[in-house]
């Protein structure tokens, strides 16, 4: 093999033996950076820059033999049990949909819209799932202005059901997201970072409140106040911990302490108070919870339960609202039991906590917002679901990945980017990695003291020498004692 005298070259050769691509400008600046090091050291030694330059090449060894090992280390990481486990979960709600009111004229999912939704959710589960996600950290000011943009557009262009904006809500329930991506943004700029992080969250909850879309307000609200205090405690802006926890915490309140008391003596107060007590109003904003206990009532651990008939004299069915989309979990638990409803439960909350213990091993600060973003809102949906199948209904929560149609489609994409994080991994860097870059544009300092007895003074002469590793330049002061 020839010999190759240049850095240069010798990156080249190595990039050329690793076969993924988001992995070669990474390995590649890593190996350059060793490779200047090595350099400069010989330099300092006191070798000439060209042969300086020669020798750390040498050093490293051969760059095919180097470049193969490296591509052996930093492949791709398959995802297959998450993938595997969120197709599942996603499979059995659309069967299910299919199944439990395959004899409904009215309600339910055909086979076809069923089939489309699922051939949709593991097209964008894939997509997401092969996406660069450092793009985000890249374009972050770009995806959040996209993100509002979309979502006004949406505000207007979307059709309106039950008063709200259909589409717009799909896209609310991504904010979470964009919101960790913002507060990437906003890291290292101090308090003004501060302040951006927390103002950056106004828009889009304007877009939230203007839908309305109350379940998406909040997951924004929530979500996004422990991201941000997630942030706080990996200091991301600077001002220490304890401070940006701090004025986190003080925006919350007051912001909570408004909303609770524009709402405590009007719909707020009332909605909750019903919620727990539905039986203050069962004909109209406690009917849905009033339903769903006395379904409940009636339940078995395996098999169809009966309703009430001294309360309800419709089947279940016509009886539930919205038995087919918002209540599925209800609705499992009705036609099949406790049991095959708590086994669907499990199995979805052990892809949550997959996610999340994966998320807390993250080395990118980045893919770790990320996934917790994702994580937190899914989990919350499960959360709020699972209230208002049970009774207590605050607001309109869909259960993740079993409810079908667009929300599924949602669900799978949000998994396929935090499993995209997880895909690579192998590559990922501590996101300090572009301030260390800028410091190594500053020339390195070397002070070394010499000394010499000076013969026609009597005395000596102190020198101190500079030494700049940039660009080899040597300045010398000199003094006599």
């Known amino acids: 093999m020839p010999e190759r005298k240049t850095i240069q070259e010798y990156l080249e050769i190595v ?30 030694a006191g070798t000439v820059p060209e042969e300086a330059e020669r020798l750390a090449v040498e050093e490293m060894g051969d760059p095919v033999t180097v470049g193969t090992e490296l591509d052996r280390v930093h492949r791709p990481r398959p995802q297959w049990g998450l993938l595997a486990l969120t197709v599942l979960l996603a499979l059995c709600g659309g069967f299910l949909r299919v199944w439990l009111f395959a004899g409904s004229e009215h309600l339910g999912s055909g086979l076809a819209q069923t089939a489309l939704s699922l051939a949709l959710g593991t097209a964008c589960l894939l997509g997401a799932y092969f996406l660069d996600v450092s793009f985000l950290g890249r374009y972050g000011k770009a995806v959040y202005v996209a993100a509002i943009a979309v979502g006004l557009l949406s505000l207007w262009l979307s059709p309106r059901w039950n008063n709200v904006s259909y589409y717009t809500r799909y896209v609310a329930l991504c904010y979470p997201v964009v919101y960790a991506v913002w507060l990437y943004v906003c890291r290292g700029k101090g308090w003004k970072g501060v302040f951006l992080a927390i103002s950056g969250g106004v828009p889009l909850a304007a877009v939230c409140a203007l839908t309305p879309f109350a379940m998406g307000l909040f997951l924004l609200l929530s979500v996004g106040l422990l991201l941000l205090l997630a942030a706080a405690g990996m200091d991301w802006f600077g001002v220490g911990r304890l401070p940006t926890a701090g004025a986190a915490g003080g925006c919350a309140v007051v912001l909570s302490a408004a909303v609770f008391r524009i709402g405590w003596n009007d719909y707020f107060a009332q909605r909750v108070r019903i919620a727990f007590h539905p039986e203050l109003d069962p004909m109209r904003m406690g009917y849905q919870g009033m339903l769903n206990r006395l379904a409940l009532s009636g339940v078995k651990w395996l098999g169809e339960g009966t309703m009430p008939r001294q309360y309800v004299q419709y089947p279940y069915e016509v009886a539930v609202p919205d038995a087919d989309h918002s209540m599925i979990p209800l609705t499992i638990i009705f036609k099949l039991g406790w049991l095959p409803f708590l086994l669907l439960m499990l199995a979805l909350a052990a892809l949550l906590i997959w996610l999340l213990c994966r998320c807390l091993r993250q080395k990118s600060q980045l893919g770790r917002m990320t996934v917790l973003a994702v994580v937190l809102t899914l989990g919350f949906q499960l959360l709020f679901s699972l209230a208002i199948n049970s009774g207590v209904v605050l607001f309109s929560a869909e259960m993740p990945l079993l409810v079908g149609n667009l929300h599924t489609v949602l669900d799978m994409a949000l998994i396929g980017l935090a499993l995209s994080v997880f895909r690579g991994s192998s590559i990922a860097r501590e996101d300090g990695e572009r301030e260390r870059l800028v410091l190594r544009t500053v020339p390195r300092i070397r002070i070394a003291f010499q000394h010499e007895r000076d013969t026609q003074n009597g005395g000596c002469v102190l020198g101190i020498s500079l030494i700049f590793s940039k660009d080899e330049t040597k300045m010398m002061e000199s003094s006599s004692i």
Not at 19 to 41: C, F, G, N
């Open 15 to 44: 990039e050329e033996q690793i076969r993924w691509k988001r992995a070669r400008p990474v390995v590649s600046l890593e190996l350059q950076r060793h490779l200047e090091d090595q350099r400069d050291a010989f330099a300092e």
